[in-house]
């Protein structure tokens, strides 16, 4: 559905504010520098906006000073590495590559000392089920827009939820407010999830029409 695409338009919304930075994660480098992967793909958006790419660092600057960086956490540990940063917009491109752990410390790390953008996340993903060894978490995180059967279920698309997390454990409500009620000195996250389908993708699908084929053929 172009999700991947979706993730590399957002930081364009803060591109001109002088403070923003934002850093889209992969789990793997090549993932990165593949073929038209999401370097590829940022050098057909970024220089409209006269960003001056630098390839060693996986980064854009733009003239206001804005920063647009690629980076990966290919291991567990490597989001130690992250500690100090202040993130306003994180990015995860294929969320249910990544362990739990990875994203949830992250999260300490989404923040903007000066206070002009809001911190918050995006991630795209691709299904994955309840079981699965790295991604079952995600799975789970996002049960309640799934049905039974696995698929999304259109009525509750793009829903917000408020969630609290203590230790592993996750607690939900309607809305974030209802929450900070029930556990008082809590601070909750508001999360969403929003389906895509090929068929939003109609770009695509004129491109390379063979490409419904080539998932079809998958397991």
């Known amino acids: 559905c172009g999700k991947s695409w979706a993730l590399l338009l957002e930081p364009i919304r803060h591109v001109r504010v002088p ?12 993932e990165i520098t593949a073929p038209g992967g999401l370097w590829d793909e940022s050098a057909r958006l970024y220089r409209h906006l006269r960003g001056e790419p630098k390839q060693g660092h996986l980064e854009w600057a733009f003239p206001s000073g804005a920063r647009v960086r690629f980076a990966h956490m290919q291991y567990a540990a490597d989001r130690f590495s992250w500690k100090g940063a202040q993130v306003p917009l994180l990015g995860f491109d294929q969320l ?3 362990e739990e752990a990875q994203f949830w410390y992250m999260l300490s790390r989404n923040r903007d000392p000066s206070g002009a953008v809001r911190p918050y996340v995006r991630a795209s993903c ?15 995180l996002v049960a309640w827009w799934l049905g039974a059967d696995g698929l999304p279920i259109p009525e509750r698309s793009g829903r917000l939820r408020g969630v609290a997390r203590d230790d592993d454990r996750l607690e939900w409500a309607d809305a ?4 900070r009620r029930r556990f008082p000195g809590a601070e909750p996250k508001s999360l969403t999830f929003i389906p895509g389908r090929l068929e939003d ?6 491109a390379d029409p063979a490409y419904r084929a080539n998932l079809l053929a998958r397991p």
């Open 19 to 30: 403070s923003f930075s934002a850093v889209l994660f992969r789990r793997t480098y090549p």
């Open 96 to 98: 249910e590559a990544f």
């Open 126 to 140: 691709n299904p994955v089920p309840e079981d699965d060894e790295t991604g079952g978490w995600l799975h789970r």
């Open 176 to 179: 974030p407010g209802a929450l």
């Open 201 to 206: 993708n109609p770009a695509l699908l004129r």
